[in-house]
């Protein structure tokens, strides 16, 4: 059976599809303060011009599954939005960020241009038709647990309410304890559904709640795996980043230091070129 022809998806400025260069989804993994996600914004938003690269900004306004319940979750739905708006106006880049009830669809999408459902509610059916109806672009991560073929399933539900500005990302598949692996199989397997792809690249290289009350992971593997994704076929390649990494807030054992983010992009956008040629 042919491969059905890849769905191109329009997010703002950046257009997710095959055959067109590759994007950046990257951004802190919580807002942590206005001053620090808007000089983080600014220093992506430059470092895309400066690559000539499509670029969008993730940043989570909340986030509610943290390992504990004294862990840092960000300054809530109404604060969030605001920096996430002041982003977008100021750098003029796509915003995504992560929506975890069904009432959050229609406010956060007055601000972002991507709606992310969190890979632990993907088959959450309320949430998926809450966000497909809104019109916006839909990223849903896979679950760690659930299968790459099992995702026609989430495509169909939010499919049903017309809407077919979908992107699939994958993170990750649960592999005993406190580890992740990211099968490289899953991409070509979830493309086969039509839309395109996207690598998570920092999340899948986490350990969940292997740092006692928090997440661990080993970011050093994470640039590794983005290439390999690359080369394997993805429209897109999510990374968490920071000016600081040891001075995060949430996931800092994952995210991939700024300072060192041009140049893997530069790497990953050669092999793009390439396989996609």
């Given amino acids: 059976m042919a491969t059905p022809k890849t769905t191109t998806i329009c997010a703002g400025s950046c257009l997710f599809g095959r055959r ?3 994007v950046l989804i990257a951004g802190p993994c919580v807002i942590e303060s206005r001053r620090g996600c808007v000089d983080l914004a600014r220093r992506l938003a430059g470092l895309a011009r400066r690559l000539d690269i499509p670029y969008v900004f993730k940043a989570s306004f909340d986030k509610a599954n943290r390992t504990s319940a004294d862990a840092y979750r960000g300054p809530g739905l109404q604060a969030g939005l605001e920096v996430l708006r002041e982003v977008r106006e100021r750098f003029g880049v796509p915003i995504l960020t992560d929506i975890h009830e069904r009432g959050q669809a229609e406010p956060v999408a007055e601000v972002a241009d991507i709606l992310q459902i969190p890979a632990f509610l993907c088959r959450q059916t309320d949430l998926l038709l ?3 109806r809104t019109g916006k672009v839909v990223n849903v991560k896979k679950a760690q647990f659930l299968a790459p073929e099992d995702m026609v399933h989430v495509v169909r539900k939010i499919e049903s ?6 992107l699939l990302t994958e993170r990750g598949t649960s592999f005993g304890y406190h580890n992740l692996v990211a099968d490289m199989r899953s991409l070509l397997i979830m493309r086969e559904l039509g839309y395109p792809v996207i690598f998570d690249a920092t999340h899948s290289v986490q350990r969940p709640g ?4 928090r997440s661990g992971g080993d970011g050093r593997w994470a640039p590794a795996l983005a290439r390999a994704a690359v080369a394997t076929g993805c429209e897109g390649v999510f990374i968490e980043t920071h000016v600081n990494p040891d001075q995060a807030l949430s996931d800092k054992d994952n995210a991939i ?3 060192a983010l041009g ?3 530069q790497t ?3 092999i793009h070129a390439r396989v996609s040629s």
């Fill in 20 to 22: 067109r260069p590759l």
């Fill in 130 to 132: 809450a966000a497909g």
């Fill in 161 to 166: 309410t017309g809407n077919r500005r979908i």
């Fill in 210 to 213: 292997g740092a006692g009350g």
């Fill in 257 to 259: 230091p700024f300072r």
């Fill in 263 to 265: 140049r893997l992009w």
């Fill in 268 to 270: 990953l956008a050669e």
